[in-house]
């Protein structure tokens, strides 16, 4: 309360939050620098808030609107896009929330990283669409979801749909280098099975 207190323009604070394993053990915290603070739309269009760590003042939603029903995903995404618009936002540099991974994560679940993806896709299209002075971060943003879902392919182990994400990613912004590094990381070890499978051929038929 204190946040909305000392600026009167401020109508939204998030905080930090901490990403945990099944046994409770702390794997990272998403913190935020202090150019997180003020008008951020362009911010939130590379890396959503998470929802639970939010506060939004009544008065923002009267302005800004609700979170809009029609969509199955990333409706927090398109709420938070308009509410930045609308007012500041700022954060408290400390961790209210703290996220466990275990095996029932409905965002962790394959077989929905799609739909998401589709979801997170229509929002920023559709924000894009609206707002003309933005559309210059169209090819930043479209490259960042790709990367995202790329990762969450390739750490489950779907590295085929995670080439084709990070592939995508670097044709929206060839220079994204963590899509070279990620891809390098897919393409080497297979590279590397098939010069030693080779070699092993070559080596039965010389004996």
């Known amino acids: 309360m204190e946040v909305f207190e000392e600026d009167a323009e401020t109508g939204m604070v998030f905080t930090y939050v901490e990403h945990a394993d099944i046994d409770g053990n702390s794997i990272w915290i998403d913190e ?8 951020i739309t362009d911010k939130l269009l590379l890396r959503p808030i998470n929802p639970s760590s939010v506060v939004v003042k009544k008065s923002v939603f009267d ?9 199955r995903c990333s409706e927090d995404l398109d709420l938070f896009l308009r509410i930045s618009l609308v007012c500041k ?9 703290i996220r ?3 095996g029932n994560n409905i965002t962790q679940e394959v077989g929905k990283f799609e739909s998401m993806f589709t979801g997170h896709l229509g929002v920023l ?3 894009f669409a609206q707002h003309e002075n933005y559309r210059f971060m169209r090819n930043k943003a479209f490259a960042k979801v790709n990367f995202d879902y790329g990762a969450k392919y390739h750490d489950t182990g779907s590295y085929s749909l995670a080439f084709a994400k990070y592939f995508t990613c670097l044709r929206y912004d060839p220079l994204y280098v963590e899509s070279y590094r990620r891809l390098l990381k897919l393409l080497l070890p297979r590279h590397i099975f098939a010069l030693w499978s080779m070699a092993k051929k070559s080596l039965r038929s010389n004996c």
């Open 125 to 127: 299209e559709r924000f």
């Open 63 to 71: 302005e800004a609107g609700l979170f809009d029903v029609n969509l």
């Open 100 to 102: 466990r991974y275990h």
């Open 89 to 97: 936002l700022d954060f408290l540099p400390e961790v209210t929330l």
């Open 32 to 39: 935020f620098e202090n150019d997180w603070r003020g008008c």
